[in-house]
């Protein structure tokens, strides 16, 4: 998936990144929150980065359910 954009965290991660907001190779656009360290919250995957990411299952709708983040693919270009 690509990033899109970052979504500002709370509580604990207030000041932080909260979630990676992405889009997929079929143009869906959900958020990866979960797996991302405290340093990569502090600096995170830039726009227009290549993610890698795991999820449970896909919803009716086709968006990943429960996406982690895995890391950044430098082997990617978009």
Known sequence: ATVVGHTK???RHKGRCGALEVKGVDDTEFKVGTG???AQ???????GS???YRYQELTK???PRFPSFIGVRHDIRV
């Open 9 to 11: 965290g709370r509580g």
């Open 36 to 38: 991302l360290s405290d």
């Open 41 to 47: 919250r502090e600096s995170p995957p830039s726009i």
């Open 50 to 52: 290549v993610i890698c």
């Open 61 to 63: 709708d086709g968006i």
